[in-house]
T-cell receptor, first 113, second 114 residues
């Protein structure tokens, strides 16, 4: 079956540091890949997505590239801010499974001033 | 106003009680989903509905039931709550005719079963 594996947290960074959160996936079909962000006390918000190999999703300074050869979709940001402190979820949607989502366990990111 | 709303936002109940969590959306989406979130486990799909007459079990449906009363409303029931159903519950929607791959989430309901 489909699965998503992402690095465990918490990841603690200083403001303006570089952030990488690793995400790898297993899928039998041709999935779309997503990063969602959950701020404290809130629901999940779509951060970015990519629907086919080599696509790059970007939003709010975050980027992730769909790498089919390594089955990866790593999230990066060049200079984090305290406001980026949140839990980040990698997810896939497999069209062969009628669009059902598979989520990773989430990675908590803590950015200190 | 929020596009996807959930009520209640917080609920504390006792073992054996029947609980209903409600979800409403104004996005006009046809698909709706219920997830539960547990620390370290991410989100797991409980039930999903692709239209009013289509209800499907997700990976952890035991102990839960759902009702799709209208395109905009999708309720989750716990017929006899047990402590290991203590979790954060999220409703989500998607539009199969547009960016059907993308799901939009409500703010969540924190349920505690004593």
């Amino acid at each position: 079956g489909n699965s998503v594996t992402q690095m465990e947290g918490p990841v603690t960074l200083s403001e303006e540091a570089f952030l990488t959160i690793n995400c790898t996936y297993t899928a039998t079909g041709y999935p779309s890949l997503f990063w969602y962000v959950q701020y404290p006390g809130e629901g999940l918000q779509l951060l970015l997505k990519a629907t086919k190999a080599d696509d790059k999703g970007s939003n709010k300074g975050f980027e992730a590239t769909y790498r089919k050869e390594t089955t990866s979709f790593h999230l990066e940001k060049g200079s984090v801010q305290v406001s980026d402190s949140a839990v980040y979820f990698c997810a896939l949607s497999d069209r062969d499974s009628w669009g059902k989502f598979q989520f990773g366990a989430g990675t908590q990111v803590v950015v200190t001033p | 106003d929020a596009d996807v709303t959930q009520t209640p936002r917080n609920r504390i109940t006792k073992t054996g009680k029947r609980i209903m969590l409600e979800c409403s959306q104004t996005k006009g989406h046809d698909r709706m989903y219920w997830y539960r979130q547990d620390p370290g486990l991410g989100l797991r799909l409980i039930y999903y509905s692709f239209d009013v007459k289509d209800i499907n079990k997700g990976e952890i449906s035991d102990g839960y039931s759902v009702s799709r009363q209208a395109q905009a409303k999708f309720s989750l029931s716990l017929e006899s709550a047990i402590p290991n159903q203590t979790a954060l519950y999220f409703c989500a929607t998607s539009d199969s005719l547009a960016d059907g791959d993308t799901q939009y989430f409500g703010p969540g309901t924190r349920l505690t079963v004593l």
